[in-house]
């Protein structure tokens, strides 16, 4: 029998702390419309999301009704658009039948636009890097990304050139809504095939006709729970953080397999993400603070985040039976108060956040940066980030917005769950030569590992 | 939801008299049994969570649910209804 003070406690979580689902996405294979004719491909493409997700806004509104957790987005994810379009020679009637999939179905975002090439790239994947800016300023769901590097292939350096140009030119096709179309292009290493978040989903190859995949969120309930014990050693605060993850992540079960039940569509993953919002008291960098650090970003927030990020795993990981995706803890700038707070105040650098992707859930997410950063310098830190997670056998990634116009202290305004951002500074010093040379950083040694 | 025949409601607000009574009644016109009820006030301050079993009810969820916010928004109350799984899930292994 449930007590209580338990029920009070859970309202308590939903109404005060902000507990919620942040997603339920359906990952979608669109193998089966392959064919070598553009406009054919397109329609295919379009019907065969339009029928599979038609259902997915209805059902997770109605969950979300029955149980009283707002489930914030729903989302869809599609296989890497470059593996469909090998035999078509413009990806972009696909990226605009995506998008009106997506307004058709209700959806929030809609995931894949995506290339795999950390070993080369096909005629394909180029033609899909390289339309990137246009596709995605032409659109207004669609999220794209390109995994450039994994640790058994090395670094791609060609396509993180490329992709230095693409983040550039996107900005500038989205100049008014100050480079706002950068928000939709993740650049990562090692990426996942089953993560539900945006705007890094896509459906793997290596992944099923269909799934649902659910990320939670819930970083306030984190700060709150921390709050019964200030001072205590930090075995007590990663008991503390497991406890409250395990928790959070029951109830990404519970959504996941009743969307699946109701859907018709296999189970696929629940992501134990902590993914912030701009609201107040929604915030990873305020968790960190709660530990004890005047501001996130100074000395010790790299060891604070990963007692954070390790004891999420560790909690959340026996409250669902398939964990995958991302699963950890998100440090987007814009998209977090205390970030943006510990940013603006000077607290929080490029430098730092670098550091501390090495032990969260995944890289440099949403930070603005002068808009007369070179192409040559965005493909260095793509590069820089690359190699933290070829390394150390993680996924990483990037998603900077270098906003046209901006100077260091000016702010970015995206609004919604993106937030704002203040733009920081890039080192001054050129990184042209480094990008120019292409080719490949070999993957690394998995023995002798110091 | 799978054996969802039970459902928690909970209502939070400042004490006044007829709550109990006017909720009761909500959930009885709509076929629904009342499991077990507790309430505290603390300093006017009135929470109830009342346990009842959807088991043979005669309108929809989403009826029973929009019937009781809307007694809630009269009373000046927040009623909400919510099915039984997810407090099993959060607090139960």
Do not use: W
Not at chain 1, 328 to 347: L, N, Q, R, T, Y
């Amino acid at each position: 029998m449930i007590q209580t003070s338990q029920i009070l406690e859970t309202l308590r979580m939903i109404d005060q702390e902000k507990l919620d689902v942040r997603t339920i996405t359906m990952g979608i294979s669109l193998f089966n419309c392959v064919c070598d004719d553009t406009n054919r491909l397109a329609s295919r493409v379009y019907n065969r999301i339009a029928r599979q997700a038609e259902n997915l806004v209805k059902v997770g509104e109605e969950i979300q009704r029955e149980i009283g957790v707002p489930i914030v987005n729903k989302r869809i994810s599609v296989t890497p658009v470059s593996l469909i379009t090998g035999a078509v020679e413009d990806p972009l009637p696909v990226a605009r039948a995506l998008d009106k999939a997506a307004k058709e179905t209700g959806v929030d975002f809609i995931g894949g636009y995506s290339a795999l090439v950390q070993k080369g790239m096909t005629a394909a994947d180029r033609r899909l890097i390289e339309s990137i800016p246009q596709a995605l300023s032409e659109t207004d769901l669609m999220c794209s990304s390109v995994n450039v590097a994994s640790t058994r292939a090395g670094i791609d350096m060609d396509a993180v050139r490329l992709c230095g140009r693409a983040v550039k030119a996107l900005a500038e096709k989205t100049r008014d809504q100050d480079g706002l179309g950068c928000a939709k292009l993740v650049i990562f290493s090692n990426a996942v095939e089953d993560n539900p978040f945006m705007a890094g989903a896509f459906h793997g190859p290596g992944e099923g006709d269909c799934a649902v995949s659910v990320g939670v969120s819930g970083p306030g309930v984190v700060k709150r729970a921390l709050e019964n014990v200030k001072g205590a050693p930090f075995d007590e605060v990663a008991e503390t953080i497991k406890k409250t993850a395990f928790r959070i992540t029951r109830v990404g079960q519970l959504v996941a397999l009743e969307a699946s039940r109701r859907l018709g569509v296999p189970f696929g993953i629940v992501d134990l993400s902590l993914a912030p919002t701009p609201a107040i008291g929604d915030s990873v960098a305020h968790i960190l603070e709660e530990m004890g650090l005047e501001k996130c970003g100074t000395h010790g927030s790299t060891a604070a985040l990963a007692l954070l990020n390790d004891a999420v795993k560790k909690g959340g990981v026996m409250a669902s039976s398939h964990v995958g995706g991302l699963s950890g803890a998100f440090i987007p700038v814009s998209e977090d108060i205390g970030m943006i707070e510990a940013a603006a105040c000077g607290a929080l650098t490029l430098d730092k956040l670098e550091a501390m992707t090495c032990v969260c859930s995944v890289g440099l997410d949403m930070i603005a940066v002068p808009g007369d950063t070179s192409a040559a310098t965005i493909a260095a830190i793509i590069a820089d980030e690359a190699a933290i997670g070829m390394i150390n056998n993680k996924t990483t990634a990037v998603r900077l917005i270098p906003a046209p116009g901006k100077k260091v202290g000016d702010f970015v305004e995206f609004g919604g769950l993106l937030g704002r951002a203040p733009v920081i500074p890039v080192h001054p010093f050129s990184s042209e030569e480094f990008i120019a040379r292409g080719g490949r950083i070999p993957a690394p040694l998995h023995s002798l590992r110091n | 939801m799978k054996n969802g025949s039970k459902a928690v409601v909970t209502v939070l607000g400042y004490d006044r008299k007829g709550i109990i009574a006017r909720v009761s009644n909500v959930l009885y016109e709509r076929g629904i049994n009342i499991l077990d009820i507790s309430q505290t006030i603390v300093d006017g301050f009135f929470n109830m969570v009342m346990v009842v079993d959807l088991s043979e009810p005669t309108c929809p969820f989403d009826e029973l649910q929009d019937a009781l916010a809307a007694l809630g928004q009269e009373l000046g109350l927040q009623i909400r209804i919510q099915k039984n799984e997810i407090f099993e899930a959060m607090h139960q292994i």
